[in-house]
């Protein structure tokens, strides 16, 4: 991920020399890789759909609440924010909300060209305004996002017990890898929950396990998980808990009406809460696969739940999708570009400077 932003830095700066770098070609195939799987999800989504009746689908569409839409998409880097705060309460306790937020902004405009890059520069962005130490920042981002794995695994759970043999039709084997997904994610939470309540005799007992096995491997693994550790020392006390609960339910649900407010925008103000829960189960997964910013497989997912689930015409799902994820990435960016920028500037100036 790293190498990601040295690659977006040395495009953005024209050092072209930085190109011949092996890390730095290597991040570029993988942002090949990712632009050929947006390709591929757009072509699944688009293949049948007349260009003129999409277009005109997206013409009948109410603005107000794609733009209140949008303004709920960016507000929910408040509770995320929050949360992240509180999970970085043990490393850096001088951090705000605002500062956390704004560091939030960065990664999902990071996220929108480089897939799981974002993440990596808000640590860097919140690092360069609180220096911290950017192993224990991004040991709380990674905490983070699993929380976010672990909530989208639930309440697939919910929707696959109501849904079941619309998501056979709709999504065949989608059932069976959520199914697989859920226990490793408990397993790794249980995991690390009893290893942070064991603290270092946790972690010698590993080192000592896997020295067996090898050495390098041992030591390596010991300072990934004692930075996981410490990303997880918030969670020890009832307060943590209670925060990241709460910040947690109110993000997901201003996900929920991010989804639900655009229904009333394309006339499908028939689609309750429930169903914008379920669209945007399998929205999120467009997000959750590394395409640029989700496109096309958010398009993808998001179009076929509303056309196999409550039977919208193909060309309203495909406008709905393309609406709602336009005016989020919108969001990202207008939020969260500038900063960006100003981040890549930053690491150039930096490096130009050593």
């Not at 040295?6 to 024209?14: Q, V």
């Not at 005016?327 to 990202?332: D, E």
Request: aromatic share 12%; glycine share 6%; hydrophobic share 55%.
């Amino acid at each position: 991920m790293k190498n990601l932003l040295k690659l977006a830095a040395s495009l953005l700066m024209r050092d072209w020399a930085a190109l011949t770098d092996p890390k730095t070609r290597a991040a570029f195939l993988k942002l090949t890789a990712s632009l050929a799987l947006m390709g591929g999800f757009l072509w699944a989504a688009f293949r049948n759909v007349e260009g003129t009746r999409l277009v005109e689908a997206l013409q009948t569409a109410n603005p107000l609440w794609l733009i209140l839409s949008a303004i709920t998409i960016v507000a929910s880097g408040l509770p995320r924010a929050w949360r992240w705060r509180i999970l970085l309460l043990p490393v850096a306790s001088n951090i705000s909300i605002r500062s956390a937020f704004w560091a939030v902004m960065v990664a999902y405009a990071g996220n929108v060209v480089f897939p799981r890059a974002g993440e990596v520069a808000r640590a860097l962005a919140l690092e360069r305004d609180h220096p911290t130490g950017i192993s224990a920042i991004l040991a709380t981002v990674i905490v983070e996002r699993l929380l976010d794995l672990l909530t989208l695994l639930i309440i697939f759970s919910v929707v696959l017990f109501f849904t079941r043999e619309q998501i056979g039709a709709a999504f065949p084997g989608l059932e069976q890898v959520a199914l697989l997904a859920l226990p490793v994610i408990l397993f790794a939470f249980i995991f690390l929950g009893l290893l942070s309540a064991r603290g270092e005799y946790g972690l010698s007992f590993c080192h000592r396990l896997l020295a067996r096995l090898s050495p390098r491997l041992a030591d390596g693994t010991t300072h990934i998980l004692r930075s996981f550790l410490q990303g997880m020392r918030a969670i020890h006390t009832v307060e943590g808990y209670a925060g990241i609960l709460v910040s947690t339910v109110i993000l997901n649900s201003l996900y929920l009406f991010a989804m639900y407010l655009p229904f009333y925008s394309f006339d499908l103000s028939h689609l309750g809460l429930f169903e914008a829960m379920v669209v945007m189960t399998f929205a999120t997964i467009g997000f959750v696969l590394p395409a640029p910013g989700g496109i096309g497989a958010y398009h993808f997912f998001c179009s076929q739940a509303l056309q196999h689930f409550y039977h919208v015409p193909q060309e309203t799902a495909l406008a709905f999708a393309t609406s709602v994820h336009a005016v989020a990435i919108f969001g990202f960016i207008l939020f969260g570009g500038p900063p960006l920028i100003s981040l890549l500037w930053y690491k150039k100036e930096k490096k130009q400077i050593s």
